[in-house]
């Protein structure tokens, strides 16, 4: 398989994923800034893999495997590491939504492949701005400081919960789709 530049931005995600712990384990005053640079970085790769993937035709069945596969590991990396900065109920509960979402939505779309219907659970506009939402939310729990006067750390909880919200209505979309398909399939 010849390297391709998504794929190659899509693999950054994935050697970040350390990066962003690592930094997150550091004793200095610039941690959470260089980690919410980091996972800012990270996510400016999501969105451009996909578009260049799109925009080149270079989308491959590997890149459509792995780059979902990225997010959510390089996700679920960062809101544990906001859980285990700020311990409690506050944090714990949307991370764990969001977190198990989208393990649920990932096996669903995997046994909708087997069935040859991947296209009934395909990201919609309400899963993007969840992923807008949720990437910002993060880079703003992460870095926990002021940015031009604004409170990031309240304003990335607002977001987070935003983006909860957002995870839960569009996993309901999701087996909405799923559902009319399986009841089409079986009366077929």
């Keep these: 398989m010849k390297p391709t530049l998504p794929n190659i931005l899509t693999w950054l995600r994935i ?13 200095t005053p610039w941690a959470n800034a260089a980690a ?33 596969v990225a997010d959510k590991l390089i996700v679920a990396v960062a ?5 285990v900065e700020t311990p409690g109920a506050l944090t714990a509960i949307p991370a ?18 087997e069935l040859g219907q991947r296209s009934s659970v ?7 701005i969840k992923t807008a939402a949720q990437m910002i939310a993060i880079v703003l729990l992460l870095y926990r400081n002021e940015l031009w006067g604004i409170p990031a750390w309240p304003l990335g909880l607002v977001l987070l919960y935003a983006a909860a919200g957002l995870t839960l209505y569009s996993m309901v979309l999701y087996l909405r789709g799923a559902i009319r ?8």
């Design 36 to 68: 919410a640079v980091v996972f800012a970085l990270a996510s400016v790769t999501d969105w451009l893999d996909g578009y260049l993937a799109r925009r080149w035709n270079q989308t491959s069945p590997f890149g459509a495997f792995l780059d979902p």
């Design 96 to 113: 764990a939504v969001i977190i198990g979402r989208e393990i649920a939505v990932s096996a669903l779309r995997e046994w909708m492949a």
């Design 122 to 128: 395909a990201v919609g506009m309400t899963g993007k």
């Design 15 to 27: 050697v970040l994923i350390p990066v962003l712990g690592l930094l997150f384990l550091l004793p």
């Design 79 to 83: 809101l544990i590491i906001v859980v």
């Design 181 to 188: 398909t399986l009841d089409g399939l079986s009366q077929g």
